[in-house]
């Protein structure tokens, strides 16, 4: 029976507020953003320096870190919507390294399916140049290119990308989790649409609340760090680490910019507080998509 759209699913759905109070999901995310921040940084100042190997190589690491690191917190979320005592982190590392391949392999079944399909479709558009059949057959391919690769393109949004994660976080493996992408895919794409709509919706609630308690509580901090207190500090410096720019950034686009112990410290500071921004709307997202799994797959759910 196809899932429907209930006020327990969506209560569960609003659940995900509670990840939030998850402490060590938090503490692993917010690890997670800063050591693939701080490696993204480096990947910018070798590229920086023309030093395009070293560039590469500290973005494939800050990928991987956030990879893995999303997988551990993803795991660490499971346990918290199955009822379950969440583990430790490093006990979640530990299985995320044994895991989370299966997300790779999950993903590229479905990259390589939507190869196909566009091989396919690009084999037709060739066709197009045939004297005879060529304007009829574009005529026809038309409509069906642009539904096809629309669709495409929204199931990825709403069901390969948020639902492959918590499906492999449960314990399924990759057989299990293409028959749940392909089973609602044919049959519960709307429901599934329905259903992350609510979480997108309630992750922008989060993300619009934090943003106002960033920009407020900033500016206060700046009135009196700065003009109260009469540190010789540029205002937009202490703003600017708030939302995640540094001094490289503040300099080419001209603001003033403070190369003082102060102000490295005004915008260390700030970018730790752009990373909690961050953690506290990603926690809910990858709650919700855990809500969504499990109001798909009930028996996880009863599986206590």
Same mark, same amino acid.
């Given at each position: 029976m196809q899932p429907k759209i209930s006020l327990h699913t969506l209560n569960r759905v609003l659940n995900s507020l509670e990840a939030v109070r998850n402490g060590r999901a938090l503490w692993a995310l917010l690890a997670t953003f800063c050591m693939a921040g701080l490696l993204l940084a480096m990947a910018e100042s070798s590229l920086a320096k023309a030093d395009g190997p070293w560039g590469v190589i500290w973005a494939g690491l800050a990928l991987t870190t956030a990879f893995?690191?999303?997988?551990? !917190?993803? @795991?660490?979320?499971?346990? #918290?919507? $199955?009822?379950?005592? &969440?583990?430790? %982190? #490093?006990? =979640?590392? !530990?299985? =995320? $390294?044994?895991?989370?391949h299966r997300v790779l392999l999950t993903l590229l079944v479905v990259v390589l399916g939507a190869i196909l399909g566009l091989g396919l479709l690009l084999g037709l558009l060739w066709l197009v140049r045939l004297p005879?059949?060529? !304007?009829? @057959? +574009?005529?026809? $391919? %038309?409509? %069906?290119? &642009? &539904?096809? @690769?629309? %669709?495409?393109? +929204?199931t990825v949004a709403v069901l390969v990308g948020p639902l492959t994660g918590p499906s492999v976080w449960a314990g399924q493996g990759v057989h299990a989790t293409l028959q749940l992408l392909w089973r609602h895919w044919r049959g519960g794409l709307l429901d599934v649409a329905l259903l992350m709509g609510a979480v997108l919706v309630l992750t922008a609630l989060v993300s619009a609340i934090v943003t106002f308690v960033v920009m407020t509580g900033g500016r206060a901090m700046a009135l009196l760090a700065v003009w109260v207190v009469g540190i010789d500090l540029p205002p937009q410096q202490l703003m600017a680490g708030l939302f995640g720019y540094g001094l490289r950034s503040l300099g080419a686009a001209g603001a003033p910019v403070a190369a003082t112990p102060l102000g490295m410290a005004a915008v260390v500071g700030g970018g730790l507080v752009f990373a909690l921004a961050l953690v506290l709307p990603g926690l809910v997202y990858l709650s919700g998509c855990c809500a969504v799994y499990l109001s798909l797959k009930p028996e996880e759910a009863d599986a206590l």
């Amino acid at each position: 029976m196809q899932p429907k759209i209930s006020l327990h699913t969506l209560n569960r759905v609003l659940n995900s507020l509670e990840a939030v109070r998850n402490g060590r999901a938090l503490w692993a995310l917010l690890a997670t953003f800063c050591m693939a921040g701080l490696l993204l940084a480096m990947a910018e100042s070798s590229l920086a320096k023309a030093d395009g190997p070293w560039g590469v190589i500290w973005a494939g690491l800050a990928l991987t870190t956030a990879f893995y690191g999303i997988n551990t !917190t993803g @795991l660490l979320i499971m346990d #918290q919507a $199955l009822g379950r005592p &969440v583990r430790d %982190v #490093q006990d =979640a590392f !530990t299985d =995320a $390294l044994g895991s989370a391949h299966r997300v790779l392999l999950t993903l590229l079944v479905v990259v390589l399916g939507a190869i196909l399909g566009l091989g396919l479709l690009l084999g037709l558009l060739w066709l197009v140049r045939l004297p005879v059949v060529g !304007t009829p @057959l +574009f005529g026809l $391919l %038309v409509p %069906v290119g &642009v &539904v096809a @690769l629309g %669709v495409a393109s +929204f199931t990825v949004a709403v069901l390969v990308g948020p639902l492959t994660g918590p499906s492999v976080w449960a314990g399924q493996g990759v057989h299990a989790t293409l028959q749940l992408l392909w089973r609602h895919w044919r049959g519960g794409l709307l429901d599934v649409a329905l259903l992350m709509g609510a979480v997108l919706v309630l992750t922008a609630l989060v993300s619009a609340i934090v943003t106002f308690v960033v920009m407020t509580g900033g500016r206060a901090m700046a009135l009196l760090a700065v003009w109260v207190v009469g540190i010789d500090l540029p205002p937009q410096q202490l703003m600017a680490g708030l939302f995640g720019y540094g001094l490289r950034s503040l300099g080419a686009a001209g603001a003033p910019v403070a190369a003082t112990p102060l102000g490295m410290a005004a915008v260390v500071g700030g970018g730790l507080v752009f990373a909690l921004a961050l953690v506290l709307p990603g926690l809910v997202y990858l709650s919700g998509c855990c809500a969504v799994y499990l109001s798909l797959k009930p028996e996880e759910a009863d599986a206590l």
